[in-house]
């Protein structure tokens, strides 16, 4: 079993930033690519940033330059730092590791940007 838990998400001003973790533990051997997703109310889920095991990036066209994923793999951890938040980034955010074998997803994390 993998347990994927989040946290960072909260409550921040146009401009402002956050940054999320997400910490993969249980039974793993090893991971390929992990990844931040988010969906906004009445929206699909869509990609915000992923990560390959070799540190290959790719971000949505609409946060490049503003988000940064990242990843420890000594810790099972990918992270995203969020700068220059925009009302329009508000979502739950997700985290999804690739295992080869399978995803998992995380539980997801609010993001709100007050305008």
């Known amino acids: 079993q993998v347990q994927l838990v989040e946290s960072g998400g909260g409550l921040v001003q146009a401009g402002g930033s956050l940054r999320l973790s997400c910490a993969a533990s249980g039974s793993i051997l090893s991971i390929n690519a992990m990844g931040w997703y988010r969906q906004a109310p009445g929206k699909q889920r869509e990609l915000v940033a992923a990560i390959t095991s070799g540190g290959s990036t790719n971000y949505a066209d609409s946060v490049k330059g503003r988000f940064t994923i990242s990843r420890d793999n000594a810790k099972n951890t990918v992270y995203l730092q969020m700068n220059s938040l925009k009302p329009e980034d508000t979502a739950v955010y997700y985290c999804?590791?690739?295992?080869?074998?399978?995803?998992?997803w995380g539980q997801g994390t609010q993001v709100t940007v007050s305008s």
């Open positions: 999804n590791i690739d295992l080869y074998y399978r995803d998992y």
